[in-house]
C-alpha cells in the first residue's frame, strides 16, 4: 500500500508558475513510476508527466513539454511538478499516482495508487 499526499494548487494569472508537490509513503514504496495526472470538468483525466523512480528518466505530454517539468526527491520520497508558463487550458485538477507496474506509466489505468488531487486554476 502506498499513500500519496499533494500540495501546492491554487489560483494563478496565465503566464505564471506553480510547483506542485507529492509526497508518498507506505511499506511498498518506492515503485516502478510515479505521475502526473491532470482532469478538467467534463473531460476524462489525461496524462501530464511521469518519472522512472530508479532511473529519474521522465516524460511530458506534448501539451505541457518545455512549459512543465517533473522532477524527485529521494530523500524525502516526493515528486514534484514545476508548471511555468501556464495557460487558461492547464486549468484541472491534478492528481498524484505511484505504480509498481511496468508498461502503462502513460495512461491512467496503468497506476494503483492516486493522491486527492490538488486544484489548479489559471486566470486569463
Known amino acids: 500500500q502506498v499513500q500519496l499526499v499533494e500540495s501546492g494548487g491554487g489560483l494563478v494569472q496565465a503566464g505564471g508558475s506553480l510547483r506542485l508537490s507529492c509526497t508518498a509513503s507506505?511499506?511498498?514504496?518506492?515503485?516502478?513510476?510515479m505521475g502526473w495526472f491532470r482532469q478538467a470538468p467534463g473531460k476524462e483525466r489525461e496524462f501530464v508527466a511521469t518519472?522512472?523512480?530508479?532511473?529519474?528518466?521522465?516524460f511530458h505530454a506534448d501539451s505541457v513539454k518545455g512549459r512543465f517539468t517533473i522532477s524527485r526527491d529521494n530523500a524525502n520520497n516526493t515528486v514534484y511538478l514545476q508548471m511555468n508558463s501556464l495557460k487558461s487550458e492547464d486549468t484541472a485538477v491534478y492528481y498524484c499516482?505511484?505504480?509498481?507496474?511496468?508498461?502503462?506509466?502513460?495512461?491512467?489505468?496503468?497506476?494503483?495508487?492516486w493522491g486527492q488531487g490538488t486544484q489548479v486554476t489559471v486566470s486569463s
Open positions: 507506505g511499506r511498498t514504496f518506492p515503485g516502478y513510476a
Open positions: 518519472i522512472h523512480w530508479s532511473s529519474g528518466t521522465t
Open positions: 499516482a505511484a505504480t509498481r507496474r511496468s508498461g502503462a506509466i502513460m495512461a491512467p489505468f496503468g497506476y494503483d495508487y
